[in-house]
Structure formats: C-alpha cells, structure tokens
C-alpha cells in the first residue's frame, strides 16, 4: 500500500481518527489499556484507509511540495506547543476535567473512578462537595467524568508513553491533526 508525499496528510488524519475510535472504544467497555487499543487501531486504521484513500495519484511535484511543506508547518506547530504546553488543570469545565480523566485513563482501563470514601468526607466538610454536574456525576460508588471518553482515551495514549507530559503533548498533536485534517479539506473541494 503506497501512500505517496501527497497522501501522507491523508493518512495521518485517518490513523489518529482510528486510534481516537479504538480509544474511545475500549474506554467506553473497560478494556483500554495498550494492548487492547492500538491493535484495534491498527486495524481501524488499515481498514479505513482501504476506504477512503485517494484512488488516483496526485503525486505531482506541486501536490508534493504543498504535502511536505503541510507537515512540515504542523510539527513546528506541535513542537512549539509542546515546548509551551502547562500544567494548569482546573476541574471545574473543560479542558482541565478532560485532561485529568486522561491522565487517570493512562493507567486505568475506565474513566469510573472509584469514590472510594470521597462521600464521607464531603459530608464532613463545608468546602468539599461530591457532586459537580460542570465537571463530574456520582454513579454509585464510582465518579463518572462528565463528556465522553473520546478526547481522554485518546489522549491517554500519550500518558503511555510520557506521562502526564505525553497526555499533554497529545493534546497538541490533537490539534495539530485538525490543522492537517483542515488542509485536507481544502485541497479537496479548492
């Protein structure tokens, strides 16, 4: 399966979409850790490249050029951001509650985590509370991170490999995808 200069930006929209869907997936059933999720991804990915990769080469020096200099701008981008991504993780909206239920995802395989005496101490205390609808819903014994498990389990790939600094670092790689996925876009129906 060659993909080209030209298809290249393709591509990487389409796996990191696979991999936000096995993510997404194997967090939703309880089952997200490595070797779960990026065999499924593989396999999201080969599939769904199968699907949609562009059929007739545009391999021309000009596609080549615009591909390379495309890719080019999205790593500096990512670079960049990663270099000046921060810790500030507030849970009271988004992105703070999303990026900490990565970080959690990292190294669980589900977003419920367990309350595990939370509730006694929230009924002793004044300032603490155990139920936030902005950020947060009680289940039972368990606290269920609000939103879906989408942008966490996919994030949580990079805590992985990195940490707390990899679920971050992925979140730019996030947006600098969106970037090429933009790009893509754009040199389709332009």
């Known amino acids: 399966m060659r993909i080209g200069w030209s298809g290249t930006p393709e591509f990487v929209v389409v796996a990191l979409v696979a ?5 997404a997936t194997t967090a939703s059933l309880g089952i997200h850790r490595p070797y779960t999720t990026l065999p499924l991804a593989a396999l999201l990915t080969w599939g769904s490249w ?3 990769r562009p059929r007739a080469s545009h391999d021309g020096p000009g596609a080549r050029l615009a591909s390379q200099w495309a890719l080019l701008g999205v790593v500096l ?7 000046f991504s921060a810790e500030y993780l507030i849970v009271t909206r988004d992105p703070g509650f999303l990026t900490l239920t990565g970080v959690w995802l990292t190294d669980h395989a589900s977003s419920d985590i367990p309350t595990l005496g ?3 101490v929230a009924d002793t205390q004044q300032n603490v509370i155990a139920d936030a609808w902005q950020a947060w819903n009680l289940r039972g014994d368990v606290v269920q991170p609000q ?3 989408a942008l966490p389990a996919l994030i949580s790939v990079g805590g992985w490999i990195a940490g707390v600094p990899g679920v971050l670092a992925a979140n730019v790689v996030v947006g600098g995808v969106g970037v090429l996925a933009l790009y893509n876009l754009s040199r389709r129906f332009l």
């Open 147 to 149: 939103g879906a498990r």
């Open 50 to 52: 199968l699907a949609v």
């Open 77 to 83: 981008w990512i670079v960049v951001g990663i270099v």
């Open 118 to 120: 939370a509730l006694q």
């Open 19 to 23: 991999l936000a869907l096995a993510a």
